[in-house]
């Protein structure tokens, strides 16, 4: 690497950490005060009690469980992603791997930070810590995000280090913070092994971690004897809908910076194209779940459970069920399915209506069951406030506080991943295809 | 030193911060409002004491719990043979009275329109002159008194006090003598009450015994033993309601139509010839009865006009005829119609027909020996007189008012408000500022109940109970019992008057003196006794020894009671006497129909004159059984319901001829189609939490012409959704 | 060690009420602002509830019940607990410690029953109510779950009072506020273990039956039919 | 260096400031409406007993602060007329005028003790969780011994008494 060379062809890459528009300023302010507008609700409702929200006397959880959920399963975007598609050695990962990491790390903090947010008595967090008890699936919750976060946190940071590295070489701002946080990384020989080898540790690892994540926040639910959560696919089923939520989070980011940070360059159509049909695939999973587990309950046709199975077909929740399988399904499908509408803006479109489509699952999983319960004779009904929805404003601004904070601060493509592609992919790629291949065709070897 | 702009803004930024950390360490150590009473507390000590509940006519006995002197909790006494260790939703909550923050401390007197504060002496001194103005003139019959008490010595002065100065229109609204007028009105005496050794079938007319009579803890007790023991009880009415609910049989109806009903019944055992031959003597006039029943009540005729299927009346007709001592019942609750009265005493020549077997009188040597005309309400005038007076003549001088809220407890409220308004001097003795006691020139305020004493009979159980209500507590404020300010005032004005005691707790212990003499009971320490104990009592042997009257006092008071477990009873037959009401006519009912439902207004239980929303925790469990907090609701079966697209729990409206008020739709399933059943109770608008609507302001004006009480059920409606957003419940 | 069971027998049961207003005064319930109650907020331990309606036009009657904490034997609410606020004790009662609860309301989601409530806020209390509080019960703080708990400190008393007298705790030292107060004596409260006491026998009944029994929660409050009209 | 310390003092002295003008605490720290109670004259002088004038302590939960008729049984003549304090006692018992104490040991609201329980059935000691009140001599509780949850159970174990929550917290 000729570190000496200062008009980079990656200048592009570096551009937004140096510079930042009139528009990021005021972008940032706007969300700044939404961000802290959620907070002085937040501590209206620690002032005053729970009851500024919405929630009721059968439908005890909300909003917050309801965005917890949604945000750790946006969380699977990332590292999921990023480690199967490191795993299976997919070359046009390269400008995406970081992406998704970062959405994994934002959004962890936020969803892990909902739980306490819905708490009655936050103040006595610590009496999980100092008499929890194992068996209950909140303590399971509360170990697997733990882990999740530290294997994902260390998943961003280790492929982060040689870009770091190449940042402190540049000189400039935060030199210190970089030079603390390089590890003193040279880019030789060996500090590139250890660190493959480390990255190759932990993106093996890292993925039956985020499964646990969200199995075991399935588990909240289908441990109970709620009619309608009381179900066996409930792991699996959010396990695919969070990829599915993860993958839409992750284009309309891509889609996003690419247009503000001028990345067509590194973003090309073919990404999206791949991810689309990813999405297109995870859709379909989606809708085969969401049938197989409404099947079941129709066809078992059980009194209690057809309370709440009528309540999101035809009953109070149905504008938001088939709205949900609308966003998730039919949308998704009409548009990425057909070629001349999978354009990048179709895509677009197709991603914001699964992340519009993820959080109405999520709702239609949390509020019918409670608010039908097995007894017939308390049922509810849940109108959040404005403080739920500042708060759930407050969070996706944070989201996106997060994320314009990070691309300040480290690039947000791995430019030493770009430039290992641009130097060995092709070589590698080539070494692979010959494996494959019938010996008769080889390619010939590109040096 | 020089200072430059920044170390200005650290400076203040410092002193700031610094007032603000010590401030609020300030704040954190100062004593909260709310932690006084942990921080300087009393002895803590505590204690029970007896005493009788005054919130119905039911004459429980309760134990307090006193903390330091101050009432907490109140319970049912184990030993008082009414309520057995009961209590009900109201006497649990009626110590929070005590501490109503709305309570009026002192006499009051309104200055232009506002209340100022007065003496007791001034304010009796200018009762007493205005009432003195009016006697000189001989105007007696300009004075008003309404007396809404469930107390038998507070009814009694006030029947002394109206005979001593000689004022005729003296109204007493209280639950036994409202329930019993009617048989006053034809028998010239009432019975006692049902006599559950006896009786073997209840045919109750829209009475609901063990929610609202009067004594609901003593019938939910005697009816659950009534049907163990094998004998069915018939229910009719247009609400099935946990009073009827624990009926064997229920008989939708309306309940203006008692009246056919009862004769349709009367026609089977005519019919039949099964009734009792006495009957013959009982009734004056039997045979022009017999013939105007056997005339016109044929059951196909009552089912025409009823609604009720002949065959049910045949079967009700054979039931009763079968029974060897039948009990046809009735209370208050079937006078709110236009036929009331007449009902009335159509049931009571059904129960005539059966020489009123079922049916007891206490021997007379008890109560009446004690206390004269104890509950009696008779020959006092009905509120129809003041109502008439008022509207006609407009000649009111003075109007007295104790204990009632006749205003939000009235329909055609508006008029009443005017008509009130014009009446020169009002003294009332309400504890609070209510709907009534606003419009008052003078207020005397009585005290609670717990500061009171007094001795609760209740006959109606056919035991032999008196319960002594004592204060359990010293007075709050500077109130006055009303029972003393009649005192006062029957030695003032009452030339004539022989009254010798000189308050009202004399006068209660003179009857206590009189139990002291009798004997013929025991104290209310136990009530359960050995067959050796009972044949000992009833020759007269009896363990109990007092020294003196006044050591009986005490243990009397300590007992909380006395009572005669082996009072014997009387058989009621007295004579009927219906001249030139029987043959008579009722007045035809308009039956709900397609668009004009009917807006069937009830009371809650326990509630007999409106009263709950004083109390907070009454006010919000008020529509507890569906859910339905703050609001008022409406019931209303499904069938009916859905032809109007009403949704269970959605708000409507309902519209009468008055005007519209908004509800809340409550699916149920044992509502009489065509019924809007709207609950009474909520919706005052001057006194406690302003909750609901009071559906009385919405009633057409429709009155039983005899006892002129409201109509509550014949009121036409429609009802119209006013949105699809439901309700949570 | 006893075992606390209820037996409440619908036949006598009139939907007075009683209990439910005695529940509220005993335990200094909450009582919430017209703004919380319509929202589904308002606190009971114990409410009477429509299960159903039974026979045919024209005599159809609702079917109600009072409806408490059922205090199972294999209580769903416990294990969910991720700090043991809510647990079964040794007497079979399910106790919620309100001091160490952190709100997360877990426990009301499994709840099949649906009787526990939540502090949604620390109300202003009218004061004719606070005045008469049951100074033997914590009012609770805001953010909390509470629940029926069978009148525990009553039992508390009781115990005392019975060491203070030097005797063993008899079955009737010891019921809760609802049962003492029905004015039908619809309710029946003792020992399970005690195959003499007046609970065990109803539980023999032939007119028993629990909230629920598919679920296995094992209720040691159950009810008797009404008798066939 | 001496900028610094000039803003800490600053600090401290805004905070007392601060402190003063908002504190509305009762301003007599202790005893009865100015009266300064001492244990020390009354327990070791007089060698009068807890329960003379805790009188509930074996029959109720709460032991019970003493009321005025409490206080009139020996105040109501003068016992040392050289005692300032004294004097404004009697002046109390004079006047009938009910004393109000502050209360040193609480419980809070959500446990439930009981001194019948401990005192009467436990047969403990009072100084076992008040120290030793005898030597309260002045207004302020110079030996106040703090009651934790611990101190309770740390107890209730040695004795292998139960440790079950409902216990004490309903």
């Known amino acids: 690497m000729n570190n000496s060379q200062m008009v980079d062809e990656d200048e592009v890459l570096f551009k937004p950490i140096y510079h930042s528009g009139k528009g990021f300023y005021i972008l940032a302010a706007a969300l700044l005060t939404v961000f802290l507008f959620g907070v002085i609700m937040y501590v209206r409702q620690l002032v005053y009690g729970l009851g500024v929200t919405g929630m009721n006397q059968p439908v005890t959880w909300g909003f917050y469980i309801i965005s917890f959920v949604f945000f750790i399963g946006i969380s699977h975007a990332g590292t999921l992603i990023s480690a199967i598609l490191r795993l299976s050695k997919a070359e046009w990962r390269r400008p995406i791997t970081r992406m998704a990491e970062v959405i994994t790390g934002i959004v962890l903090v936020i969803g892990g ?40 946190t260390i998943y961003l940071y280790l492929p982060l280090i040689p870009d770091i590295a190449l940042l402190r070489d540049r000189g400039g701002r935060f030199n210190k913070l970089y030079t603390i946080l390089s590890w003193g990384y040279q880019g030789t020989e060996k500090q590139k092994h250890v660190l493959e080898k480390a990255i190759s540790i932990l993106m093996v690892m890292v993925i039956p971690i985020a499964i646990s994540v969200h199995t075991v926040i399935s588990w909240i639910f289908s441990m109970t004897l709620q009619p309608g959560w009381h179900s066996t696919i409930f792991g699996p089923y959010f396990v695919v809908g969070a990829i599915f939520s993860g993958i839409a989070a992750l284009i309309i980011v891509m889609i996003v910076f690419r247009k503000a940070y001028h990345f067509e360059d590194y973003l090309k159509d073919i990404h999206f194209n791949y991810l689309g049909t990813l999405l297109l695939v995870m859709s379909l999973l989606w809708f085969y779940f969401t049938f197989a587990e409404y099947l079941t309950t129709f066809y078992g046709h059980e009194p209690v459970e057809m309370r709440v199975f009528l309540y999101k077909f035809i009953g109070g929740y149905a504008p938001w069920f088939w709205l949900m399988v609308v966003c998730n399904f039919l949308i998704p499908l009409i548009i990425l399915s057909n070629s001349k509408t999978k354009t990048i803006t179709g895509i677009l479109v197709a991603s914001i209506s699964v992340s519009v489509g993820m959080w109405l699952e999520r709702l239609i999983i949390v509020v019918p069951s409670l608010a039908n319960p097995r007894l017939p004779f308390q049922t509810g009904i849940y109108i959040p406030s404005l403080t739920e929805f500042s708060i759930f404003a407050a969070a996706a601004s944070a989201f996106i506080l997060g994320f314009m904070a990070f691309s300040k601060v480290f690039p947000l493509i791995s430019i030493w991943e770009i430039k290992e592609g641009r130097e060995e992919s092709v070589r590698l790629v080539s070494d692979r295809l010959n494996q494959y291949l019938p010996s008769k065709g080889h390619i010939k070897k590109i040096v | 030193m020089e200072i430059n702009r920044r170390d200005f803004v650290k400076l203040i930024g410092t002193a700031v911060a610094g007032i603000a950390v010590g401030g609020g360490a300030a704040a954190i150590m100062k004593i909260p409002k709310s932690l006084e009473h942990v921080l300087f507390s009393g002895p803590k000590k505590e204690t029970w004491k007896l005493t009788a509940c005054g919130r119905c006519p039911g004459g429980c006995s309760l134990r307090v719990r006193l903390i330091d002197k101050f009432p907490i909790q109140a319970f049912g006494n184990p030993l008082s043979p009414i309520n057995d260790g009961g209590i009900c939703s109201m006497g649990l909550t009626s110590i929070s009275d005590l501490y109503h923050p709305s309570r009026i401390t002192g006499p009051l007197k309104k200055v232009n329109g506002k209340f100022v504060s007065i003496s007791y002496n001034e304010a009796y001194n200018i009762l007493s002159e205005n009432l003195k103005n009016v006697i000189k003139e001989n105007r007696q019959d300009d004075i008003f008194i309404i007396a809404q008490t469930d107390s038998a010595v507070r009814t009694d002065l006030f029947n002394k006090f109206s005979k001593a100065a000689g004022i005729k229109n003296l109204i007493i609204d209280n639950y036994e003598g409202n329930s019993l007028n009617p048989y006053y009105d034809a028998a010239g005496d009432a019975p006692g009450f049902i006599d559950f050794e006896k009786c073997d079938y209840i045919l109750n007319f829209g009475s609901r015994l063990s929610e609202m009579s009067q004594s609901p803890l003593y019938f939910s007790r005697s009816l659950i033993d009534f049907r163990e023991k094998g004998y069915k009880i018939t229910a009719a009415g247009s609400k099935l309601t946990g009073g009827i609910f624990k009926s064997d049989e229920w008989v939708r109806i309306q309940p203006a139509q008692f009246g056919e009903l009862a004769l349709g019944i009367a026609y089977v055992l005519l019919k039949d010839e099964q009734y009792d031959k006495n009957a013959e003597k009982l009734i004056t006039g039997f045979d022009s009865i017999k013939k105007y029943i056997l005339d016109n009540y044929y059951p196909d005729n009552v089912e025409k006009s009823t609604g009720v299927p002949s065959e049910t009346i045949v079967q009700i007709g054979r039931k009763f005829e079968k029974a060897k001592a039948p009990a046809a019942y009735f209370d208050e609750t079937i006078l709110y119609s236009s036929n009331g009265t007449l009902n009335a005493q159509a049931i009571i020549i059904l129960n005539a027909l059966k020489s009123f077997k079922g049916f007891g009188k206490v021997k007379d040597s008890f109560y009446s020996s004690i206390i004269n005309n104890a509950n009696a309400a008779s020959g006092n005038a009905a509120f129809n007189t003041f109502k008439n007076t008022i509207a006609n003549k407009n000649s009111i001088k003075v109007l007295m008012i104790s204990g009632s809220n006749f205003i939000f407890n009235n329909t055609d409220q508006e008029k009443l408000k005017k008509e009130i308004s014009s009446i020169p001097f009002i003294v009332s003795f309400s504890s609070f ?41 010293d007075p709050f404020y500077k109130t006055t019992d009303t029972g003393d300010v009649i005192i006062s005032l029957m030695k003032d004005l009452g030339a004539k008057s022989d009254f010798p005691y000189t308050g009202v707790a004399d006068y209660v212990k003179s009857i206590a003196k009189k139990l002291y003499d009798n004997r013929t009971g025991t104290l209310m320490t136990e009530n359960k006794f050995t067959e050796i104990e009972k044949g000992l009592r009833k020759i007269g042997w009896t363990s109990d020894q007092y020294s003196s009257f006044d050591d009986f006092w005490d243990s009397l008071l300590e007992a909380g009671g006395w009572w005669n477990p082996f009072g014997d009873k009387d058989a009621f037959a007295p004579k009927i006497n219906l001249a030139g009401k029987f043959p008579g006519k009722f007045e035809t009912i308009e039956m709900p129909s397609k668009n004009k439902l009917t807006l069937n207004i009830f009371m809650k239980n326990l509630d007999y004159r409106g009263s709950m929303s004083l109390n907070p925790v009454l006010v919000e469990q008020f529509g507890h059984l569906w859910s339905v907090f703050y609001l008022t609701w409406v019931e209303i079966n499904p069938e009916t319901a859905r032809r109007f697209s009403l949704d269970d729990r959605s708000s409507a409206f309902i519209k009468t001829s008055k005007g519209k008020f908004p509800v809340v739709v409550v699916y149920n399933s044992s509502v009489l189609a065509g019924n809007l059943d709207v609950p009474f109770g909520l919706g005052h608008d001057i006194l406690g939490d302003k909750a609901g609507i009071n559906p009385l302001m919405f009633t057409e004006n429709i009155f039983d012409k005899v006892s002129g009480k409201p109509s509550l059920t014949e009121t036409k409606a429609e009802i119209v959704s006013s949105s699809s957003r439901s309700i949570n419940g | 060690m006893a075992k606390y069971g209820m037996a409440i027998d619908l036949n006598k049961c009139n939907q007075c009420g009683a209990c439910v207003t005695a529940c509220k005064v005993e335990n200094n319930l909450q009582i919430v602002s017209k703004e919380s109650a319509a929202k589904g907020r308002v606190m009971q331990w114990m409410r009477l509830t429509n299960l159903s309606y039974e026979g045919n036009d024209p005599d159809v009657r609702p079917v109600t019940i009072p409806s408490l904490c059922v205090q199972c034997d294999d209580p769903p609410c416990t294990k969910v607990c991720p700090v043991r606020a809510t647990y079964k004790r040794d007497d079979g009662i399910v106790a919620q410690i309100y001091p160490q609860c952190i709100g997360c309301r877990y426990c009301m989601a499994n709840c099949p029953y649906n009787v526990k409530v939540f502090n949604w806020f620390k109300e202003d209390q009218p004061v004719e109510y606070e005045k008469c509080y049951n100074k033997d019960v914590a009012v609770r703080m805001k953010g909390v779950v509470e629940k029926c708990t069978f009148c525990i400190h009553r039992l508390q008393k009781a115990k005392e009072q019975a060491a203070a007298e030097h005797r063993k705790l008899n079955e009737e030292d010891y019921i809760p506020a609802c049962a003492q107060v029905c004015p039908s004596h619809a309710f029946t409260f003792g020992d399970l273990d005690d195959p003499n006491s007046a609970v065990s026998k109803l539980k023999r009944d032939y007119r028993k039956f629990v909230l629920q029994e598919e679920l296995g929660t094992l209720p040691k409050v159950f009810y008797l039919n009404a008798k066939s009209m | 260096m001496k900028r610094k310390s000039g803003f800490i003092i600053l600090f401290i002295i805004c905070a007392a400031a601060g402190f003063y003008l908002f504190n509305s605490a009762p301003k007599q720290s202790t005893g009865t409406g100015g009266v300064t109670f001492s244990h020390y004259v009354h327990t070791k002088q007089h060698n009068i007993k807890c329960k003379t004038c805790h009188q509930n302590v074996e029959t109720e939960e709460r032991a019970g602060i003493p009321t005025i008729e409490t206080c009139s049984l020996c105040h109501s003549e003068i016992i040392n007329p050289n005692s300032a304090e004294e004097k404004k006692i009697t002046e109390y018992v004079t006047n009938n005028k009910p004393l109000l104490w502050l209360n040193y040991y609480t419980v809070p609201d959500y446990v439930y003790f009981s001194h019948r329980r401990h005192v009467k059935i436990g047969k403990l000691d009072c100084a076992l969780c008040h120290g030793d009140m005898t030597e309260q001599k002045s207004k302020e509780l110079n030996n106040y011994k703090p009651i934790l949850m611990a101190t309770c159970f740390d107890c209730h174990k040695q004795r292998n008494i139960t440790t079950d929550c409902g216990n004490c917290h309903h």
Do not use: C
């Open chain 1, 113 to 152: 930070l909902h739980p306490i947010i819905d708490l009655g008595r936050p103040d006595r967090i610590m009496h999980i810590f100092e008499r929890g008890r194992l068996q209950s699936p909140l303590l399971w919750d509360m170990t697997s995000i733990t882990a999740y976060f530290t294997a994902s």
């Open chain 2, 433 to 473: 500022i209510d709907e009534t006691s606003t419009y008052a020139n003078l207020i005397i305020p009585d005290h609670n109940d717990l500061e009171k004493l007094d001795l609760n009979f209740n006959e109606s159980t056919g035991k032999s109970v008196i319960t002594v209500q004592q204060p359990v507590v």
